[in-house]
Structure formats: structure tokens, C-alpha cells
């Protein structure tokens, strides 16, 4: 078993020190004595958000999906940039889509189709243009982002609780616009997080049912209790026990997972300091942009 270390992730040490602000700003996270509790909290809420959504999550179960989601809600918030209609126009999509060739055109078109059909988008024609259309997350996509919100801002509010993020996500009503708006920009502006960690987020963003495989093992492995079996990690998250069984295989390939002499899989050090970093990543993320007026 070997583990893979790219270049970003081996030099990790020298961008905290000052070459990379996001990464300063996560190791700090990692430094305080909260942050066990919040990579549990964290973890356990992104794995009922997994459960609790099975349609949509399905459409967002590799990277490049979620990130086109990711570009509807920015540009349908940053009404500031882009008028009352918000920006999300298929023209706008596809170029954030195809500016770092990340997601193709087939893809972008086949998710709006899909969140159309499925209700989390609606399309509607310009109100100062009537020639364009617009694509508008629903109020039932819109509870996504709240949920997903939400399980930051509890998160944060274990580490940095003088903030009070819960508490402005549930007093003030343009805190999740705000929120998309400020992450939004920076995320087509600048290096996504992902970008930090390409190796790890190639498996844990990359192949369909990672992620949730990674939260039922790592909360097995935080909350001292066996691991899942494959069934029920299938059952769980709707996914196929092949499907459960093929990712611990690449994943024990990759020196993520242990397997012991029936095959159980565990997290090895390597999986433990790969999902710590990354989740102080997202989380030093949402931190910059969950900010007071």
C-alpha cells in the first residue's frame, strides 16, 4: 500500500507559512483546541445532508456537477453585478464552466436539463430584456444551500464563536445571498480550494459515492465505532454495495484505507490528515465569506 502525495499537497507546509493565504487561514483552524469537534460536527451533517437529499445529491455526486450548481446560485445572487435578474444565463454558465476547461459544454446542458426537470431550477425570460432567459434556483434548491450553509456557520461557530454565524444565518435575511455572492466571486476570480488539495479532491470529489463513503468511515473512525458494512453504507446513501465495494478498492489503492483480513476498511494516517486538511480548507472558505454587513 503507497501513498500518493502530489506536489500541491507536499508543499503544504510552505504555502501556510505565506505563499497561500486560504491555506494560513485553515491552518489556524486545524491549530485550535475546537477543531475535533467541528470536523465531527461537520462531517456528520454533510453525511445527513447526503442521506436526506438522495435526488439532488445524486446530481452533484462528482465535482464538476457541483460546481456547475455552484455557478447558478453565485450568479443568480450577485444581483448587485448583474441587475434583478441575476446573471445565469446559459451564455454566462458556460463561460465560468469552460474558463478552466473544468466542465464541458455536454455536462452544463445536461444539468440545467436535469434541475429543471427535477425542480430545483426555473427558467424565466429577462424583466428588462424579454429576449433572454434566466436560470433561477427554486426555494427548494435554495433549502440546499441553507442546509449546506447552516452545517458551516455550526461548524464555525465552534471555532471562532464571537462571530455568531448561526445567528446571523437565521436574523439576517440577505446573509445566504451575501454569502454566495462573496464566495462566488472569489471562486471565479481566483484558485478554488479544490485546487489545494487536486489529489486528495481527484477521489474524494472525483468518483461517484466517495464522499460519503469517506464521511461513514472517518465518523466511524472519530466516534471509536465500527465501520459501516457496505450494505448499509448502500442503503444509507442509495448507492450499490458494487458501487460501495469498488470505491474502498480505489481508495485502499490510493492509501486512503486499511482493510483488515475481512476486508473492513479503516482510515489510515494518510486519509486522516488528507480529510483534516481539506475540511479546514472549506472551512477557512466559508469563514472569509460568512461575514456581518
Known amino acids: 500500500m503507497h501513498r500518493l502525495v502530489g506536489k500541491n ?53 462528482q465535482e464538476a456537477r457541483f460546481r456547475t450548481v455552484r455557478y447558478l446560485l453565485y ?5 448587485e453585478r448583474f441587475g434583478p435578474d441575476g446573471g445565469a444565463s446559459y451564455g454566462r454558465l458556460l463561460q465560468l464552466c469552460t474558463q478552466r476547461q473544468e466542465i464541458s459544454p ?32 427554486t426555494e427548494r434548491m435554495m433549502g440546499f444551500a441553507r442546509q449546506r450553509i447552516g452545517n458551516a456557520a455550526d461548524a464555525l461557530d465552534l471555532l471562532q464563536p ?12 440577505c446573509f445566504i445571498q451575501r454569502t454566495l455572492t ?17 489529489e486528495f479532491i481527484a477521489f474524494f470529489g472525483g468518483r461517484e459515492g466517495a464522499a460519503p463513503v469517506v464521511f461513514s468511515i472517518m465518523l466511524g473512525d472519530m466516534q471509536r465505532m465500527p465501520t459501516p458494512s457496505r450494505a448499509q453504507i448502500a442503503a444509507r446513501f442509495g448507492l450499490s454495495k458494487t458501487q460501495v465495494s469498488n470505491i474502498i478498492t480505489e481508495g485502499a489503492g490510493l492509501g486512503f484505507f486499511a482493510l483488515d483480513p475481512a476486508a473492513v476498511p479503516t482510515p489510515t494516517p494518510h486519509l486522516r490528515d488528507s480529510y483534516q486538511r481539506w475540511i479546514s480548507i472549506e472551512l477557512a472558505y466559508h469563514a472569509r465569506h460568512m461575514q456581518p454587513v
Open 9 to 61: 499537497e507536499a508543499h503544504c507546509d510552505n504555502r501556510e507559512a505565506g505563499e497561500d493565504s486560504l491555506l494560513a487561514e485553515a491552518a489556524e483552524l486545524r491549530a485550535l483546541p475546537a477543531f475535533p469537534q467541528a470536523v465531527h460536527d461537520y462531517t456528520a451533517g454533510l453525511a445527513c445532508f447526503r442521506e436526506s437529499l438522495r435526488l439532488f445529491n445524486k446530481l452533484l455526486a
Open 75 to 79: 450568479l443568480d445572487a450577485d444581483r
Open 106 to 137: 455536454r455536462v452544463l446542458k445536461t444539468m440545467l436539463a436535469l434541475l429543471t426537470l427535477s425542480g430545483f431550477v426555473t427558467i424565466r425570460r429577462g424583466k428588462t430584456d424579454r429576449r433572454l432567459t434566466f436560470y433561477h434556483p
Open 162 to 173: 464571537q462571530v455568531q454565524r448561526a445567528r446571523m444565518l437565521q436574523d439576517d435575511l
Open 182 to 198: 462573496a464566495a462566488g466571486r472569489e471562486h471565479t476570480t481566483a484558485t478554488p480550494p479544490t485546487d489545494r488539495m487536486p
